[in-house]
């Protein structure tokens, strides 16, 4: 999906909503917020926004071993490219000087050129976005250090991503990925984990291309389970044990 653009009119919030708002999601924005409608061919499509805005996921995968993973929270800042449906006008107005001053913006026009170059960057320019369902969100936002967070929200999962660390959930079946390693567990509570030390739920290892495929299938294109698929590959060739085994030292 390519061609967006901004409408150009600024508006401010002036009370709190739950831009996404999901058992394992949140997405607030708070009073004093500016924002503007995004635009696709000539639709609104969702907004572009600055100012107070705080986030908080749950990332936690329940597993053999235990839990894997764990909530991430924070603030963010800068402009955040929201797509989906919202009712913000319902708690905004026009937008002051004095409000995107305090947003970090001179005026209307600096905070719309920002707005441009987030557009560009994120959308038109870089990664390419489609919303396959009427009731999808998509939030791609900057954290309070500047690193690119997306997070993609359905009412059967959601996907988050940030830094190194990537965590799916859809219809009770998850997949984490992380610096430590791989978690993923089906909709019947089973589970295998792939980390330095080696791999727990063995039996869970010829099931776990239809498991990724299902669970990344959410958000990504058949090419984009090769990263897993050559995991499983490499893990066919090391050496690995079972939580109930230990290695073999002779």
Same mark, same amino acid.
């Given at each position: 999906?390519?061609?967006? %653009?901004?409408?150009? *009119?600024?508006?401010?919030?002036?009370?709190?909503? $739950?831009?996404?708002?999901?058992?394992?999601?949140?997405?607030?924005?708070?009073?004093?917020?500016?924002? *503007?409608?995004?635009?696709?061919?000539?639709?609104?499509?969702?907004?572009?926004?600055?100012?107070?805005?705080?986030?908080?996921?749950?990332?936690? %995968?329940?597993?053999?071993?235990?839990?894997?993973?764990?909530?991430? &929270?924070?603030? /963010?800042?800068?402009?955040?490219? =929201?797509?989906?449906?919202?009712?913000?006008?319902?708690?905004?107005? &026009?937008?002051?000087?004095?409000?995107?001053?305090?947003?970090? =913006?001179?005026?209307?026009?600096?905070?719309?050129?920002?707005?441009?170059?987030?557009?560009?960057?994120?959308?038109?320019?870089? @990664?390419?976005?489609?919303?396959?369902?009427?009731?999808?969100?998509?939030?791609?936002?900057?954290?309070?250090?500047?690193?690119?967070? %997306?997070? /993609?929200?359905?009412? &059967?999962?959601?996907?988050?991503?940030?830094?190194?660390?990537?965590?799916?959930?859809? !219809?009770?079946? %998850?997949?984490? /990925?992380?610096?430590?390693?791989?978690?993923?567990?089906?909709? $019947?509570?089973?589970?295998?984990?792939?980390?330095?030390?080696?791999?727990?739920?063995?039996?869970?290892?010829?099931?776990?291309?239809?498991?990724? $495929? @299902?669970?990344?299938?959410?958000?990504?294109?058949?090419? &984009?389970?090769?990263?897993?698929?050559? /995991?499983?590959?490499?893990? !066919?060739?090391?050496?690995?044990?079972?939580?109930?085994?230990?290695?073999?030292?002779?």
């Amino acid at each position: 999906m390519t061609g967006f %653009t901004h409408d150009q *009119t600024v508006m401010t919030t002036s009370s709190t909503l $739950d831009l996404i708002s999901h058992e394992k999601a949140n997405v607030k924005v708070e009073p004093g917020c500016a924002w *503007t409608y995004l635009l696709h061919d000539g639709e609104r499509v969702g907004i572009a926004y600055s100012g107070p805005s705080k986030f908080a996921i749950d990332a936690i %995968t329940e597993t053999c071993t235990g839990a894997v993973g764990r909530s991430v &929270s924070g603030s /963010l800042k800068g402009i955040q490219i =929201y797509i989906g449906k919202t009712a913000i006008e319902n708690v905004s107005g &026009s937008a002051s000087d004095n409000v995107l001053k305090a947003c970090g =913006y001179a005026d209307a026009p600096a905070f719309l050129h920002a707005v441009d170059d987030a557009i560009e960057h994120r959308l038109n320019g870089g @990664r390419k976005v489609r919303i396959a369902k009427q009731n999808d969100a998509i939030l791609l936002a900057q954290s309070e250090q500047g690193k690119p967070i %997306t997070l /993609l929200v359905r009412p &059967s999962g959601i996907v988050f991503m940030k830094d190194s660390n990537v965590f799916v959930e859809e !219809d009770g079946r %998850t997949v984490s /990925l992380g610096k430590s390693g791989v978690a993923i567990r089906n909709k $019947d509570g089973r589970s295998i984990v792939l980390a330095g030390d080696g791999i727990m739920g063995l039996d869970e290892l010829g099931r776990i291309g239809p498991m990724v $495929d @299902r669970a990344m299938g959410m958000i990504c294109g058949p090419s &984009s389970h090769r990263m897993f698929r050559d /995991l499983h590959h490499m893990s !066919d060739q090391s050496p690995c044990c079972d939580e109930d085994d230990e290695p073999d030292h002779t």
